[in-house]
Structures are given as C-alpha cells and as structure tokens.
T-cell receptor, first 113, second 111 residues
C-alpha cells in the first residue's frame, strides 16, 4: 500500500510565524501535490512538483512556497502565516502513468491565530 | 465560474434508494474524469474513473457527456456506508496528472 504521511494532524501557529508542513511518500511517485480544502470551495491546488527540485504553481500559490530536495519529500512553507491560511492542507502523490490516481495523506488541520 | 461545479446537497436518502449526482466542467479540453469519495474528517480516495462509454463498478455507474460537459454518478441500492461526500474530478490537458476537484456533493443514507 502506498503511504503518504503528513507530519502533523493538527497545528496551531501565530500570525507572522514561518510554518513548515512536511509530506513523505514511500512508493517512488514522480508527482506530488499540495492542496488546501475549505468548506464550499473544495480542494484548491497550491503547488505541485513532477520531479526533484522541480515545482509548478497551482491555482492559489500566493503566500506559499515549496521545496522538493528528495523524491519522497515535498514540503509546503507558509512564509508568514496569516489567519486566512487557516485551513485543512492535503498532500498527495501520483504516478504520471496512473492518470487520476492520487494517494492523499490524512491532512494537516492548520489554525493561525 | 468554477471549473468544476457540483450541487453541494445534502442528499438525504433511505437505504435501498437510487441516487444520482451530476457535475459540470467548464474546460472543453479536459481529458480525464473521476469520482472520488471523502468520508467525514478523512482524505479523499479514488472511487472510479469515468469513461466516454460509461462504466460500472458494482452498484456504482459513472457516465460522461462530453458534448454537454457533464459527468454523472449513479448509486443503486444505497447502503448506510455510502454516506460520504462525492467529489467530481477533472484532469485538464497539459500533463503532470494535475487534477481539478469539485467542492463535493454530500450524501446521507438513513435507515
């Protein structure tokens, strides 16, 4: 079974803090993604990566950055956390050859106070 | 306009009922289509792919209408365990297996 592991299930941070969300997958998937999920808005793509050190902006990249130094790890960074970044953050990975087949992590519920 | 639109529901149905969800997408160049299921406080999981010819997996049937740009999911003989949010998902052209998710339709099956 492919596993996508997110480092924290719940996180509370203060406004202005730099926040790191970590995601690790164990099945050698090329592609990794960060989404945020908000009620009524669904999942929105923040950033994705299709190879080590490669990254592409998604639909809502503002206020975020990412890092992929190793194939199995994809980090999301909130440079200066704000209250409107309070959300559920979901990491996913996939094979390029398996269209549509994402495996998600269990999510990180981030609250910025 | 959202790229993928769904009726948020909730759809409240008794066990054994047949229920159908529709979803529309705006990008006519979209290449692939899927339904994901998300249980309360859990991550989304792939339920099934949607093919132009339609496809069936047990009690679940998915249909695609490219001309009208909509996708449907039919659930027959609903079970309590079908209660979840169903996400309509579209893959735009361009590779990298990028997916666009709808906000989801909530289904509640009651005894």
């Amino acid at each position: 079974d492919v596993k996508v592991t997110q480092s924290s299930r719940y996180l509370v941070k203060r406004t202005g803090e730099k926040v790191f969300l970590e995601c690790v997958q164990d099945m050698d998937h090329e592609n990794m993604f960060w989404y945020r999920q908000d009620p009524g808005l669904g999942l929105r793509l923040i950033y994705f990566s299709y190879d080590v050190k490669m990254k592409e902006k998604g639909d809502i990249p503002e206020g975020y950055s990412v890092s992929r130094e190793k194939k199995e790890r994809f980090s999301l960074i909130l440079e200066s956390a704000s209250t409107n970044q309070t959300s559920m953050y979901l990491c996913a990975s996939s094979l390029t050859s398996f269209q549509g087949g994402y495996t998600f992590g269990s999510g990180t519920r981030l609250t910025v106070v | 306009r959202k790229e993928v639109e769904q009726d948020p529901g909730p759809f409240n149905v008794p066990e054994g009922a047949t229920v159908a969800f529709n979803c529309t997408y705006s990008n006519s160049a979209s290449q692939s289509f899927f339904w994901y299921r998300q249980d309360c406080r859990k991550e989304p999981k792939l339920l099934m792919s949607v093919y132009s010819s339609g496809n069936e997996d047990g009690r679940f049937t998915a249909q695609l209408n490219r001309a009208s740009q909509y996708i449907s999911l039919l659930i027959r003989d609903s079970k309590l365990s079908d209660s979840a949010t169903y996400l309509c998902v579209v893959s735009p052209s361009g590779g990298y297996n990028k997916l666009i998710f709808g906000a989801g339709t909530r289904l509640a099956v009651h005894p």
